[in-house]
């Protein structure tokens, strides 16, 4: 159990909201509530799930495959953040609102955070020191600690969507609405803002 809530514990702290997944998280569950807002966290907290036990378990290979191609996998990820951006830059004010869109699939929202998070793979590097920090050190020891790593990793980053959802209530539904205009366009800029410093940063091979 000790395995169990230190990543708790690491899958918390990767998913301090300070990155462009956690924007478009807080923004689908300010904006749209229900599954929607769910299915981003859970899809985000998915990617960091995997990226913890690929850093925890030692998988060296992929490890270096992945920091190898960094350079690519944020290009790609900027591009993604530049139309998710513009995206929300032009939402309807009334998009999203308690349901959204039909063309809004679950599947789509879940799998359009997880690759977003899944193009950023310093994300290993941020783990690697969190496990650091919290002395963790995992050996393989077969499937159950593996298993109760990545739970607790997954339910760690999943958690957040608890802290958005209660600011969403304090906002209120009314405020929300009538503020809708400036979430989208703020949550948009922002967006876009980390889609071209991943593209700045791929130019200069950081």
Request: with cysteine.
């Amino acid at each position: 159990m000790e395995t169990f809530f230190k990543g708790l514990a690491a899958g918390f702290i990767i998913a301090v909201p300070l990155g462009p997944v956690s924007i478009l998280c807080f923004r689908r569950v300010l904006t749209s509530g229900g599954m929607l807002g769910v299915m981003t966290v859970l899809g985000a907290a998915a990617a960091d799930m995997l990226y913890g036990l690929v850093a925890a378990l030692g998988f060296t290979a992929v490890t270096g495959a992945l920091l190898s191609n960094r350079i690519p996998l944020r290009i790609v990820g900027g591009l993604f953040l530049l139309y998710l951006g513009v995206r929300m830059l032009r939402a309807h004010p009334t998009e999203g609102m308690r349901g959204g869109r039909a063309s809004h699939k679950l599947s789509h929202v879940f799998f359009s955070s997880f690759l977003l998070m899944l193009a950023n793979p310093t994300i290993l590097v941020s783990f690697l020191a969190v496990f650091a920090a919290i002395d963790l050190t995992v050996r393989w020891a077969g499937a159950p600690e593996a298993a109760w790593l990545g739970i607790g990793i997954f339910l760690g980053s999943a958690a957040w969507w608890l802290i958005y959802r209660l600011a969403s209530a304090l906002v209120g539904e009314r405020l929300r609405r009538d503020a809708l205009h400036l979430i989208n366009a703020g949550a948009g800029l922002l967006v876009c803002a980390f889609g071209v410093w991943q593209l700045v940063a791929a130019a200069m091979h950081r």
